[in-house]
């Protein structure tokens, strides 16, 4: 009986997923490279990080500073997520030209497109500074203990970028338990060379976001420029393409179930630690909130953007922007709810109590922490509460804000009498700013989204925390005023405004209502939220250092890996499939087929332009197929997060099998808990990017440049 016990146990384990939770930093990769072994790796740590020769981490890029990008040419080809440059291909679209419809593809480097404002950036080092950051604090207080960490701070960012062109960085890890510094190389000029239509990168649109099975193909095709001598510079005609140290081979292999798969990339954020009591008002008080706030805005801009082509590309990616984050929030509350993760963190969080209880140090340290952490989630959660919404409201809800905001600083600036020189500049750069700003907006629009928005605002807050403007006001009336009359919401009134800005402007404005009404939501942010937000999230702080501390040194055993922020990490899994809920079974992978099968003319998430069509009929291939089917996305188990966005999928030999764009539906909650049965990442299958370049895009010429490994 008990033989037949252990014969089971093998077969079931085995058959079980061994996704792993965990964004591991790259330099301490060295300690789990047996297990990567053991899943089928065939690299080794060195192969993956290494500061003194090259290796794989010097062809991944943070592209843009959010999302993540892959070398893969000797010329600077640089691959990332349709989504990621969705704002330079939006930018570069016009009703003459468009772009995101038609896709677009340079035919040679004098037509790759220069991207204001884009760069990509190469990690040239990742140190673990704790030690020399800590040093000399030991005995000293709480803020003198700070001040000290900062001024080590600074000595050794000096210290990392004397003589070279590398920005210095470092940053907390496990709430300052330790710090890193990270050496970075900025390259300034990014160029675009090839994007499909949206049809094929944006296919599903936000109908198919954050579910599987999927049929994106969300990818775009970048170059890196770099100076003569192949260092960072600004964009220059002469600039050449970039030669990277090392850029990824592409894998036109076949893949099966169980292959092993790393995602290299800078995911964001993830709150693992998050205590019960925080993560119950996260799924029961603050998302909703949020996401009745955004439900509004989307409902508005998805009507006008429906009613004409202009509107969509005014607002395609303002919108995408939008709705991503949404959707995201109901899976992950549905998700959260459904694996009772507020109960299993209470379970955990009585378990670390009894442990701490087993030893005087601990008890000591760590048995109240929990406690304090509870106390003051419930002191603070409304202020915080106000806090996130005062951000939906003013940064994410109807767009004058912004103007208000930018306006501001002229007007300041007017108030403190500074010289005419600097009142000059600032008039410029507001004026310069103004075609980007008023091209992209549709006061129609804009009004109809801050009259529901501030209808929410005024129910959600409390009364001292409303501006006047909004309590004492009917709101339709304020609106036609604000809308018939600020200089906000419309680019002649506020050029003019701008171009005649003196020292009666101050006076002036303080009657224009949209800024009127900022002025005031500004004003209660800095009196009534801003120092309470300071204490709350210093107080957070410092008690989630120790009881972090408490994970690492009372369950040594346990698996832990510090939080996503934004910094490169690794994480490994294999491809495979899931069983997200009883009953229901994901397949791995999705091919052409399921395009054809999803393709709803006239419905424009599932539109589909009518050489795809033909491709598909004359099965068109060119060898990019497996089996006779083309691969379009397949699901691994892989832990990731926002900011993994266009990572590289990298099989066991160190290539190319794909790009990260997505998470499952039941995986959105993993940024909280992660869950190894169901948490699976999406990846576009690389055969289907080189066949959609080739064979869709004739831009074979891309191909020319890249290394393919065959079958
Ligand atoms: N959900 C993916 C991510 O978090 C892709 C989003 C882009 N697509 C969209 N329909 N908004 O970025
Ligand atoms: N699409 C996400 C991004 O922009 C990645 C998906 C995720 O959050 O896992 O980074």
């Not at 060295?30 to 990080?49: N, P, R, T, V, Y």
């Amino acid at each position: 009986m008990k033989y037949l016990g252990l014969v089971f146990l093998f077969v079931f384990s085995f058959n079980l997923s061994r996704a792993v939770e965990g964004m591991l930093i790259p330099t301490v990769l060295e300690a789990f490279e047996s297990d990567m072994k053991a899943m089928g790796m065939k690299l080794s740590a060195k192969d993956i990080f290494d500061a003194n020769n090259a290796s794989i981490k010097d062809a991944i890029m943070h592209f843009g500073g959010g999302c993540t990008s892959e070398l893969v040419s000797s010329k600077g080809l640089l691959l990332t997520n349709h989504h990621c440059g969705y704002s330079q291909i939006n930018s570069h679209s016009t009703l003459e030209n468009n772009i995101l419809k038609n896709g677009f593809w340079a035919k040679t480097l004098n037509e790759e497109l220069p991207n204001k404002g884009l760069s990509a950036t190469r990690m040239v080092n990742i140190v673990d500074v704790t030690d020399r950051v800590l040093e000399g604090t030991e005995e000293l207080s709480e803020v003198d203990a700070q001040r000290k960490i900062q001024a080590n701070i600074a000595r050794l960012k000096a210290e990392y970028s004397k003589d070279n062109h590398y920005d210095a960085e470092i940053k907390p890890f496990d709430f300052g338990n330790s710090y890193y510094l990270l050496l970075k190389e900025t390259f300034l000029d990014v160029r675009l060379v090839g994007t499909p239509p949206n049809t094929i990168g944006k296919f599903g649109g936000d109908t198919d976001n954050w579910v599987w099975p999927r049929h994106t193909g969300d990818f775009a095709v970048f170059r890196v420029y770099a100076g003569q001598d192949n260092l960072p510079a600004e964009y220059s005609e002469d600039n050449k393409p970039y030669s990277p140290i090392h850029f990824l081979p592409i894998s036109l292999k076949d893949k099966k179930d169980g292959d092993f798969t790393m995602v290299f990339g800078f995911p964001g954020r993830t709150e693992q630690h998050t205590i019960s009591t925080e993560l119950d008002y996260i799924i029961n008080d603050l998302r909703p909130a949020q996401i009745r706030m955004r439900d509004e805005s989307l409902a508005i801009i998805n009507a006008a953007m429906r009613q004409s082509e202009y509107t969509t590309l005014q607002y395609a990616s303002k919108q995408a922007r939008i709705a991503n984050a949404w959707k995201k929030w109901i899976g992950q509350i549905d998700g959260l709810k459904r694996a009772n993760a507020v109960q299993l963190k209470q379970e955990y969080e009585s378990n670390y109590l009894l442990q701490s209880e087993t030893n005087d140090d601990w008890k000591q340290t760590y048995e109240a922490v929990v406690d304090q952490l509870v106390l003051l989630t419930e002191k603070y959660k409304d202020l915080d509460f106000a806090y996130n919404l005062f951000i939906e409201y003013t940064y994410v809800g109807a767009e004058f804000m912004k103007q208000a905001r930018s306006l501001k600083s002229l007007i300041d600036a007017l108030d403190e009498g500074k010289s005419e020189d600097e009142i000059n500049e600032l008039k410029q750069k507001l004026i310069g700013g103004a075609e980007n700003f008023y091209k992209n907006y549709d006061p129609r629009v804009d009004k109809a989204i801050f009259e529901v928005q501030s209808e929410l605002y005024r129910r959600y807050l409390a009364t001292e925390l409303l501006p006047n403007a909004l309590l004492n006001q009917d709101l339709i009336k304020l609106s036609n005023n604000i809308f018939r009359k600020s200089i906000l919401t419309d680019e002649k009134r506020w050029v003019k405004f701008i171009e005649k800005a003196g020292k009666s402007s101050p006076k002036k404005i303080r009657r224009d209502p949209g800024f009127v009404l900022f002025n005031q939501l500004d004003k209660i942010f800095h009196e009534k939220l801003l120092d309470g937000l300071r204490a709350y999230y210093g107080a957070k702080n410092a008690l989630m250092k120790t009881y972090v501390k408490g994970k690492y040194e009372m369950f040594p055993e346990d698996k832990h890996w510090s939080d996503a922020n934004g910094t490169l990490r690794v994480t490994y899994g294999k491809l495979e499939g899931s069983i997200p809920r009883d009953g229901m079974k994901y397949t791995p992978y999705t091919t052409l087929s399921g395009i054809i099968e999803k393709y709803n003319p006239g419905q424009e998430d599932f539109d589909l332009l009518p050489r795809m069509l033909d491709l598909y009929e004359s099965k068109n291939y060119k060898g990019y197929d497996q089996d006779g089917e083309l691969w379009i996305c397949f699901t691994g188990s892989n832990h990731t997060t926002g900011g993994n966005s266009g990572s590289p999928v990298i099989n066991a030999e160190g290539h190319l099998m794909g790009l990260n764009f997505d998470r499952s539906w039941e995986s959105t909650m993993s940024d909280f808990l992660f869950d190894a049965d169901r948490c699976r990442n999406i990846t576009v299958d690389i055969r289907y990017v080189l066949w959609v370049i080739d064979v869709y895009g004739e831009a074979g010429h891309l191909i020319q440049e890249m290394k393919l490994i065959k079958n």
